[in-house]
């Protein structure tokens, strides 16, 4: 556990990988501005799990970034995640102590939590009072430099029996959109 000098348990763990991400990402031309491309698999993830919200989540030192983001209303907007606008005007920063993201790509391993309140370490997480979140599934976008670049994920305000079926699905699909980054990389798509 990390803790913080007044000894109070730290919710969001350390990310020493944080700096030579960001160096990747800003290579990469990721996680500034929202892609329609992002968008398109944040809808698929959504409905292949049949969660309500999906998100192509991208994190730098201090917030995570929605580059693809899918929610019930379908407008594309993080605000009724909690999500706030940067200068860009788009609703789709959210701080790096909220979510649980932040926790796959540091362990660089997907997370399945069925219901968030069954884990101490992840039911006080500002999303959970803030906006109801009740179970995540999310696995971390790995490329081909080693460097977790962020995640997909799907989250809902409902309980969910996700299961080693839901696992394998965000690890699959997590695999497919880190070859889709690859062949844009190399100038193939």
């Not at 701080?95 to 006080?124: I, T």
Request: net charge negative; glycine share 10%.
């Amino acid at each position: 556990m990390t803790y913080d000098p007044t000894g109070h348990q730290l919710l969001t763990p350390v990310d020493k990988e944080a700096p030579s991400r960001v160096r990747r990402l800003r290579r990469l031309g990721l996680g500034e501005s929202p892609e329609p491309e992002f968008d398109a698999f944040a809808d698929r993830l959504a409905e292949v799990t049949e969660a309500p919200y999906s998100m192509v989540n991208f994190i730098d030192e201090n917030r995570q970034f929605f580059a693809g983001l899918h929610t019930p209303s379908g407008s594309h907007s993080g605000a009724e995640l909690g999500a706030v606008a940067a200068g860009d005007g788009h609703s789709r920063y959210l701080a790096r102590d909220h979510g649980f993201c932040p926790h796959v790509v540091v362990r660089r391993k997907a997370l399945v939590l069925e219901d968030v309140c069954d884990y101490p370490r992840f039911a006080g997480n500002p999303v959970v009072d803030e906006i109801g979140i009740r179970s995540y599934l999310g696995a971390p976008l790995i490329d081909r430099t080693g460097t977790a670049l962020g995640t997909v994920c799907v989250v809902d305000r409902e309980p969910r029996p996700w299961g080693r079926a839901g696992l394998e699905t965000i690890k699959s699909l997590a695999a497919e959109l880190v070859e889709r980054i690859h062949r844009r990389e190399d100038g193939h798509g």
